[in-house]
């Protein structure tokens, strides 16, 4: 039998707040994220409120998801609201031609997502269309969504059902810019951007400022933070551009956030299958997913050199695991199963977020619904939580915890010619006094014992939940729903020392209390 991993953590130490926005999440109208997986519409058999399915929004509540990063992704960059407001009798008909030219019916606007958003208890994060739109057509967006009803906009949303002014909590400035956000240079990028911060304002005055065009801070409320597009690879010139600009800004503009962009693919196209793979599979996509550190690493260095208190957040509002996609399924629907394995991936790089939350302070995985590393996947009536649902879900007593200091020593998984940390750990004092422990053993053939000592706090009582699997490829599906369901771990507690067994290729959370 192996000797126990070590773990030491400094219970009375005090460290950076893990932001609770960095379990944002991201829905783009895309495949059968948003028509059949939010939305059925108010015909439909599928119980629904509004149109909005029920089924979905009361699993999701659970998740506390802080915000929801919509319409896209490359959608936004061809999305004109005004296609998706009013009588859905008198919406346009388009075609999304980022997503499988599917026919976009715009019964899903503006007005639904922000229903759905209350229906969740999650806030607003927009992507504006910075490629195909304008300024104004961004403006007036904001308009419709914040102004008051005594002006022509707010009147038109009041018309529409809603007098009160939307809280828009989040402005992203473009998407992917570089790219299918309209391929432009930085440096052009960094001039269009400077005109939408300046002239896209958020008109409610409950989130309005004095000294931010946008929304500055006012006593008990949280002014809009604008997210400036940053890099989707290791190079830095969006970030040096982004951030220099940013260094220079005068009272006139601003921004307050870089976007990143990441997936876990291992090369591009995306390949790797959802289901029926083996350990390679295994451990060479949790090899991949440890470039997130990298990543983080480079970018935050250049956000250094400009920013060095940190007052602008690294907003990772695209991240996960995007596999090859189902057999049968439409192409651009992105839609792929969920395994034990990319509920690994979550913890690991939530992990990774967690010990830079100095800097990364909000992010998005992509996406919620049955697109990409989803929550959720429906099929019809059905409806089955992923493994990534279940870990998200225990993670919730880190939103808004004081990380603490924790040192072990990971030691090595190796597959082939893979090596990787095989245990990884993070630890937060929560808003409620109690001390949570995130643990993960990524070997998925061998059982790591743990001995943690917890200074700083007497410990007399420890509980919970660990989520394993007895395959690498283990899924919910919809017969078997709760094959990989986070249960009961035995643990104990003695002279302030934790003892616990994590069972090959699970995640567990521990809950400590004196
Ligand atoms: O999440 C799917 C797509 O990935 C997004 O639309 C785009 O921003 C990224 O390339």
Redesign the pocket.
Known sequence: QQAPVSVTIDAAASGPRIDRNIFGQ?A?N?GTGIYGGVWVGEGSPIPNVRGIRTDVTSALRALKIPSVRWP????ADEYHWRDGIGPSRQRAVTVNG?WGNALEKNDFGTDEFFDFLDQIGSDAYISINMGSGSVKEAADWLAYMTADPGTTAGAERAANGHPKPYRVRFLGLG??SW??GGAYRPDYYVDEMKRYARFVRNLNLEQQGTDNPAGGSVAGSAPMQRIAVGP?TPDTDYTEAVMKAWKAHDWSWSIEGLSM?N?TWVRWPPAYASTGFGEREYATLIQDTLKMEDMIRIHSAVMDKYDPDKKVPLVID?WGVWLAKLPGSRDGF?HQQNSIRDAIIASINLNMFARHADRVRMTAI??MVN??QAMILTDGPKMVLTPTYHLFRMYVPFQDATRLPIAFDAGTYRFGTVAIPRVDAIAARAQDGKLWVALTNVDPGTPVRIDARIDGLAARTVTGTVLTADRVDAINSYDRPDAVMPRPIAASVRGGRIAVTLPPKSVAVLSVSP
């Open positions: 991201f783009e895309l896209g992704g490359c959608f980022s998407n992917e790219s299918c989707g962009h997936y695209e992105l992509a996406q697109v990409l």
